[in-house]
């Protein structure tokens, strides 16, 4: 295969992610956006890693390293989501200013 539909899937994925993380008002999606974008972003690392003059394994580690934040991310994110969420009963994110006391 060559690098064109890698990256044509790619930017598929990052605009959808983008698309989602933009306009949806519940936290649990722009978080699932967010990680959409960190997703297009490794396989851009992957692919273009391969398709190097000489290719190496320096896409695939920065790829674990950018899953690895994304999942910290997410734990980060679902935790404030729980407080949030127990606190005013919303998952809203027109919502979030009010965790001001």
């Not at 960190?38 to 896409?59: D, E, K, M, R, W």
């Not at 934040?69 to 005013?88: H, M, N, P, S, T």
Request: glycine fraction near 6%; charge should be positive.
């Amino acid at each position: 295969m060559a690098l064109q539909p890698f990256l044509t899937l790619a930017a598929i994925l990052f605009g959808i992610g983008l698309f989602g993380a933009l306009t949806k008002r519940n936290i649990i999606i722009v978080l699932i956006s967010l990680e959409l974008m960190l997703n297009a972003a490794n396989i851009n690392l992957v692919a273009f890693s391969h398709f190097l003059q000489t290719p190496n394994i320096a896409g695939q580690v920065f790829s674990l390293f950018t899953i690895v934040i994304g999942a910290a991310e997410v734990a980060v994110g679902l935790a404030i989501l729980l407080a949030f969420f127990r606190a005013k009963n919303s998952a809203d994110v027109k919502d979030v200013n009010l965790m001001k006391w």
